[in-house]
């Protein structure tokens, strides 16, 4: 016996029901934030430049003059790992928003089978006989399983957090920018500044050395004493260990920027000295409220939730009754040539209707969980916004200090040279021990340490306050999409 079957999907003309319902659970409004009038700054005569242009509105290849600076930039952004990683995150949190998005629509199911069987002629209900113990059975169909309409809006409360999540992914792979920008930066200028601790202690070396040249010969000539080559050698000894340790601190630190270039460690090539590094006179901070806008990871924080706020609706959608449809329509027959005729025409079509009557709180409790993940969403998002106005603040504080404490370290640099090179010309016309120019050496190299480390907190401020603005994560066309 052959057996054949074809069943056919029946048209959708209820379809249009699905955006007759309403959808249920609050509408997304953003919280009120308790912003600023302005940032508080330093407590002193300086003054940050006011009004609605921040620093944060220029890109990067803007921000920095060292064309070495930005040309790792543009590596960092192009090979970075955690760039890569994060472009991939958005991958995925677009596959979620399809695959969400495919609740809209009905699912079409089509296959087919061929089955052959072979009855027992001893088993307990034997076949007649003269009948044929094996027979087959086809089949072809398209089919369509339960189908729900949305009529209390849980499919769209559904995609509506699913795009939030996209959202919240990209804005992360902007923070991702943001911050790799800043790294490089900082690990590059940190490097520009190991390279001058490098040049101070080379220097002071090549100074102690002749020092202690002259030490020596003065105490083979009887004008100076062995106490005093001691402590000449002291200082060559003090500067040939500085020497080395920064030289492990440069080394290192250029396997650090590498990694952050996508490179595997190694060499790295330098462009202006950190001296010659340039800030910026003005950095106008612009109004609080535009860090709210400008900042990604802020963003981040209210797109998420937004999706604890569309999560509330899919949890009260649960309440109502669930409306499914299925149904199949096609042709049944035991000879392929009866398959197409009237006779072996069959049909299914209906709506089902699931109503909860007990679910032991299950819902209720849901309901309640997912409320009190917005809660949680809602305080994180004020407390993210909170902090950004801090760093905002502290950043601007940094960057009116760290320039004061340069120009006093720089005064007291210079005062220590001068008082290095009295002690010299004294101990050099025997009006006092090498005990003095030991003293001066070493607090000169302090000095001159302390000032290449003001010099970098400076510029770090500087970086630092950009990133606190929301600057770092545009690309040049983001830019000037955005300055449109």
Not at 241 to 260: F, G, K, M
Not at 321 to 336: C, D, H, M, R
Request: aromatic share 8%; charged share 20%.
């Amino acid at each position: 016996m052959k057996t054949f079957t074809c069943d056919l999907l029946v048209p959708g003309a209820t379809i249009t029901l699905l955006m007759a319902g309403c959808a249920v659970g609050p509408d997304y409004k953003r919280p009120t934030v308790d912003s600023p009038a302005a940032y508080r700054t330093a407590a002193s005569d300086t003054k940050i430049p006011s009004g609605a242009y921040s620093f944060a509105d220029l890109g990067w290849w803007e921000m920095f003059d060292d064309p070495q600076l930005t040309a790792y930039l543009t590596e960092a952004l192009t090979n970075s790992w955690d760039i890569k990683i994060a472009a991939a995150r958005v991958l995925q949190a677009e596959a979620a928003v399809g695959i969400t998005r495919s609740q809209f629509f009905p699912t079409v199911n089509a296959g087919g089978d061929l089955v052959t069987s072979r009855a027992s002629k001893a088993g307990p209900t034997p076949i007649p006989s003269g009948q044929d113990p094996q027979q087959e059975f086809g089949s072809v169909f398209l089919s369509m399983p339960a189908y729900e309409l949305d009529l209390w809006g849980r499919i769209r409360r559904a995609n509506e957090a699913a795009r939030a999540e996209l959202l919240a992914t990209r804005e992360a792979q902007h923070t991702v920018r943001q911050i790799l920008v800043a790294q490089v930066a900082t690990a590059y200028l940190e490097l520009l500044e190991f390279d001058l601790e490098l040049e101070i202690a080379q220097s002071s070396y090549t100074a102690r050395t002749s020092s202690l040249d002259l030490t020596r010969s003065r105490e083979q000539g009887g004008v100076a004493s062995m106490q005093d080559a001691y402590q000449a050698q002291i200082l060559v000894s003090t500067a040939e260990a500085t020497i080395a340790d920064t030289l492990r601190r440069i080394e290192q630190q250029e396997n650090l920027l590498s990694i952050l270039l996508g490179r595997n460690p190694g060499d790295i090539q330098r462009g202006a000295a950190l001296t010659s590094q340039t800030v910026r006179a003005e950095v106008p901070a612009g109004l609080p409220s535009s860090v709210i806008e400008r900042r990604p990871d802020l963003r981040v924080a209210e797109q998420l939730l937004v999706a604890a706020n569309a999560d509330i609706g899919q949890a009260r959608a649960a309440f109502f009754p669930q409306v499914t449809l299925t149904g199949f329509y096609g042709y049944q027959s035991i000879a392929l040539s009866d398959l197409f005729t009237g006779a072996a025409r069959t049909w299914q079509f209906g709506p089902a209707v699931t109503m909860p009557l007990f679910t032991g709180g299950r819902l209720r409790g849901n309901l309640k969980l997912a409320e009190a993940r917005f809660e949680e969403s809602l305080a994180s998002y004020q407390r993210t916004v909170q902090s950004a106005f801090r760093e905002v603040s502290d950043g601007l504080i940094a960057y009116q200090r760290t320039r004061e404490f340069r120009e006093r370290q720089q005064e007291r640099a210079q005062a220590h040279r001068d008082a290095t090179e009295l002690a010299n010309v004294r101990y050099e016309g025997g009006v006092t021990s090498y005990l003095e120019v030991l003293y001066n050496e070493q607090e000169l190299f302090t000095a001159e340490l302390g000032l290449a480390q003001a010099r970098l907190n400076q510029l770090l401020s500087v970086v630092q306050l950009y990133r606190a603005l929301g600057g770092g994560w545009t690309d040049p066309g983001e830019q000037l999409a955005m300055q449109q």
